[in-house]
């Protein structure tokens, strides 16, 4: 089966056209031999014919003007024999003359009557030959009877019979123009005739023309049109569909309306829309279990262009909360997945809102962090902290909904939310097997967030973080340093700050709290435990049941009763009794 192209519509186009003008030309060129034959036929052969008519005239008066010569000859004295014998003679010549006059007439006439192509009167015509006929021979009958009865009386030299002869003669010549005058007339009458119908035929040739070639370029335009449209509307429609594309709507496609080569790019792009369409729901799909931004890079490399391993400063955070384990014994399977969904959704929100990326849930724990390509790096840490106290505050609504989640009257008091911060250079990449990969962090400022998120526990704060992570994040947040500590995996302390909520919302307890703490912070590290323990006593009067105060109270008791070594620098171990 042909398959039509847009190639072959415009040729066929071009064809069109070119046959609508060729038609327009034949008709132009039949229609012009037409009219041009019937001029012919009026120059060559009516003007011709009458021209044999008048011709027939002169011959007559020319053989009158003879016969008066032979007269003359004949009646000299001595007669002139000879001069008589040669008019005799012009007489005889001029007498033929006038037949064959008479006869090319009659034959142009017969010519035209036998010519179908073009139109006259041939009755008119056949009339007209047949008078030229019967004039031409009565004439010469006549005139013979006459010369007959008349050269005798030359001869007896009876002039009055010749004179009366001579007169009856000239009557039978003007009588024989008369009647070439009356054929004459009828011949021009014809003439005009046909003269007309040739000029109305022209006229008619040029409407015709007119209208053919307005009627050529008519089709030729409607085909050009149609076919065109057909080109054009598909394209339209295809460049439509592009816009839509582009502007993300993959819910429709392009009817393939053609077979041509914009049939096939329709039907190519569907295909690809469709492709798209699969691939946005593998992005959909993959977006529930690992950070859409994520599967965009893993889907378009380019973009992730430490998806291979590479080394930089990222904010990592760690949040679990305690005591979570226990409320869920007890559960039923699917009890315990709607609580899970529940709590990570909500703990979930303030990453994904402060452009966070989810790495992994274990557990009720959710690992997350921040960082190029996904965040800038001077926004990372203040995203991360701010994203902290948002959880916070969600988690003290969330312990207000899980006795409804889970069916009982209360939630232990200690059933609060940890986080844990850190900022510090880690290993980020596709990191795993040949059997499953991971676009995740590794590095010494992920065990040190998920240390902090366990240090909680010992502090009885809600959000540790890193003194890297603090000063970066800047006058974002509020803090204060609870410690110096050396985490499990770590030689050197390292100093920890809490965070205490957004900047410029502390309450004047919580400021007074953080004056006393800091106070009794330095003398605990100066050795001053009287000064210390009075310190943080004051913080607990400023905030009652502050974790960190009792904490640090309580170890100044320990070292007043058992001093730290010597070599002492004020940090504490998460390992040490």
Known sequence: MLRPTIRKRILGIALGLIFLMAITAALSTVMTRKIAHQLDELTTKYVEAYGHLARMNV???????VVRRMVVAKIQTPPDETAFANQQTVYEAKGRELDQEAQAARALIIAIIDDPTTVSDDAKLGRIENRIETVTSDLRRYLDEENTR???LLEAGNMVEVRASLVRADALR??????IE???QDMMAQVRSDAAVTMRDQQRAIIVSAIVTTLAAVLGLTFAL????????????????TRAVEAGRLDGSIDVTTRDEIGQLTAAFNNMVEQLRHKERLRETFGRYVDPRVVEGLIDPQSLAASNGERRVMTVLFCDMKGFTSLSEGMTPQGLVKVMNHYLSTMSGPIRSHRGIIDKYIGDAIMAYWGPPFTEHSEQARLACLAAVEMADRGKALRTELPELLGVRAVPSDCEVRIGIATGEVLVGSIGSEFLMSYTVMGDAVNLASRLENANKFYGSHSLASEAAIMAAGDAVESREVDRLTVVGQTQPEAVFEIIGRAGELTEPQRMLLARYAEGLAAYRARHWDEARQAFQAA????????PSMAMAQRVEKFQANPPPADWDGSWRLDQK
């Not at 011959?59 to 003007?65: G, K, Y």
């Not at 003007?174 to 009647?179: A, C, I, S």
């Not at 607990?540 to 974790?547: H, I, Q, S, T, W």
């Open 150 to 152: 008349m050269w005798p």
């Open 226 to 241: 149609f076919v065109s449209t057909g080109i054009t509307r598909p394209v339209r429609r295809l460049l439509d569909g």
């Open 182 to 184: 009356e054929i004459r």
């Open 174 to 179: 003007d009588e024989f123009n008369r009647k």
């Open 540 to 547: 607990l009067e400023a905030v009652p049941g502050d974790g």
């Open 59 to 65: 011959r007559s008066l020319e053989q009158a003007v």
